[in-house]
């Protein structure tokens, strides 16, 4: 199909070919590739060949026909389901699409954001004080004048 070699496609293709030279030709498709057989990064810009597609296409779990309609007219509306899923918690319709695009981490963010959870230290920003702090032991330990605690004379 002659796919662009520009991005993401050029990684689809790279990787392709050190599957093709790691376990010969086609005997292992990655599943990007399958995706652009399939259609899902469009239509490619020369026609497939139809046994490279056949290989590709079996056992497909979309199918073993590619599709000839623009890729995202397949897609289910989400919306509404992501408007469900924050009923309790979401606030605008900003919430909800943070939800809609990362369900895991903007879940987790908005349970943070309306104080329903503690936001953990480790996600917390630090203040200019702390990186100053953290900063003169790094220079101390540059320096060598940093003695760890086991290393200390007993009293």
Known sequence: GSPPLV???SQLVGAQAVMNVLFGRYKMITNQTKDYVYGLYGKPPAPIDPEIQ???LKGYPRGETPITCRAADLLEPEL???KEATK???KSLEDVL???LFPNSGLQ???WKYGIEPVPDSVKPVTLEEVQKEEELVQ???EGKLIRKEDCPKA
Do not use: G, M, N
Request: net charge positive; aromatic share 10%.
């Open 7 to 9: 991005t993401p496609s």
């Open 54 to 56: 056949k290989i590709a």
């Open 109 to 111: 963010f908005l349970k």
């Open 88 to 90: 309790d918690i979401a």
């Open 80 to 82: 509404e389901k992501a």
């Open 140 to 142: 101390l330990a540059r």
């Open 98 to 100: 943070i939800y809609a």
